[in-house]
């Protein structure tokens, strides 16, 4: 009869063994992976007999290897920015100006893309603000006090007027459609307005419109501003939503506004934005509704995005180039931008002497001069980039 310990003893070599055996198993496949890639790298010309042979010996890993390469390849094609033919883009026009034209309820999606002409970089371009931190290069200080409405954002503010538009949803904070003269009541900026402090103390939530930037001492899942309501001296917060946050403000996110727009609308048209947040929000697409039923999504990115296969027209192009070319077909006067006539200067509450000293960010002015401030990228800007971490939803 074998002894507890012999038995033991035996037990421990064999499991040794197995352990051995696994790391050797181990050693030769990553040799042989490493093998099959050097193969895999050199032109088809230059393959020799023997290289062919360790191909067709390893079969799967090779298999394995092309299909990882072609998801690199459409991952990287998906990020290059295509601009379509002259041509092309006059014909794609003419179908949008119609779309424009005949459409009962139109709402426009816009994102960082419209503010690019303003000097703010948007997020997923080649220079955007993720594409930089997720490759590792810094993000360059912006005065984003000195930026005005583009464009674009007078344009859609314009086609507002003329009730060819009847609602904007911005993921944008920089709260250039605001400035444009487009109404409150028509805008919903779900991420939040640098140039908007709340108390949410108050019921309801008294709200201050500022001339400055009020993001300074605000990031991720903080929000406070430093200052105190005027009306119950309680801490005031900024209106910011970053990612990993659930914004949950009325004003000036107004998601309200935005789910009703959306179920009225029967055509929307995209501007600017990669779609990767907002095609989370599925109250923005009507996705219980039968394709026929849904609203005509029209779409002008110079990327892909993930709506793409569902769009009626993906026109490749910029922002601006496209919404003059709208204009022009339609004989509408596009407006400049006034400062003098910027809303915000009527909308903005004032510092109390007491206040005079909580912030160091540039004021704006009417005369474009502004009181002197540093040069700082806000509480807002390029945060909340984690890249492969999840993060727990919180409330904002």
């Not at 991420?191 to 019921?203: R, W």
């Not at 599925?282 to 609203?295: D, F, G, S, T, V």
């Not at 002497?353 to 704006?364: A, W």
Request: with cysteine; aromatic share 6%; charged share 30%.
């Amino acid at each position: 009869m074998i002894s507890t310990d012999v038995l033991n003893r035996i037990n421990e070599e064999a499991g040794l063994n197995t352990v051995w055996l696994l790391f050797e198993a181990c050693v030769k496949l990553t040799e042989s992976t490493l093998q099959v890639s050097r193969i895999l790298k050199k032109p088809e010309e230059l393959r020799t007999k023997e290289d062919l042979a360790v191909l067709a010996g390893c079969v799967d890993t090779v298999q394995a290897m092309e299909k990882r390469k072609q998801k690199r390849e459409a991952q990287k094609r998906k990020l290059e920015e295509v601009l379509d033919e002259p041509d092309e883009l006059k014909k794609k026009i003419k179908l949008l100006v119609t779309a424009v034209q005949e459409a009962r309820y139109l709402v426009i999606y816009s994102g960082a893309g419209i503010s690019t002409a303003a000097s703010i970089p948007d997020y997923r371009g080649p220079n955007g603000v993720w594409t930089s931190l997720q490759s590792g290069r810094a993000v360059s200080a912006t005065d984003l006090s000195e930026a005005e409405p583009t464009l674009t954002h007078m344009c859609i503010a314009q086609l507002y007027k003329e009730k060819l538009v009847q609602h904007v949803v911005s993921q944008n904070c920089d709260g250039l459609h605001l400035r444009s003269s487009l109404p409150r009541k028509a805008l919903s900026e779900l991420h939040g307005n640098m140039y908007i402090e709340v108390c949410t103390y108050c019921t309801p939530n008294q709200e201050y419109v500022r001339l400055f930037d009020v993001t300074e001492r605000t990031s991720l899942h903080r929000h406070s501003t430093g200052r105190r309501c005027h009306k119950c001296a309680n801490e005031m917060r900024d209106t910011i939503v970053h990612f990993g946050e659930k914004g949950t403000l009325e004003q000036p996110l107004n998601w309200k506004g935005a789910a009703e727009a959306a179920k009225k609308a029967d055509v929307i048209i995209c501007l600017g934005s990669s779609l990767k947040v907002l095609k989370k929000y599925p109250c923005l697409w009507c996705m219980n509704r039968a394709p026929h039923k849904r609203p005509k999504l029209y779409i002008v990115n110079l990327q892909w995005t993930p709506k793409d296969d569902f769009a009626t027209l993906k026109i490749h192009a910029k922002c601006d180039d496209v919404m003059k070319l709208i204009m022009e077909e339609q004989g509408i006067e596009i407006p400049s931008y006034d400062r003098f006539k910027d809303p915000i200067f009527s909308l903005a509450t004032q510092l109390r002497p007491d206040e005079e000293g909580s912030h160091t960010r540039k004021i704006l002015a009417k005369d474009n001069s502004g009181s002197v401030g540093t040069i700082l990228s806000g509480g807002w800007y390029g945060k909340g980039c984690a890249k492969g971490r999840r993060r727990k939803k919180i409330t904002a």
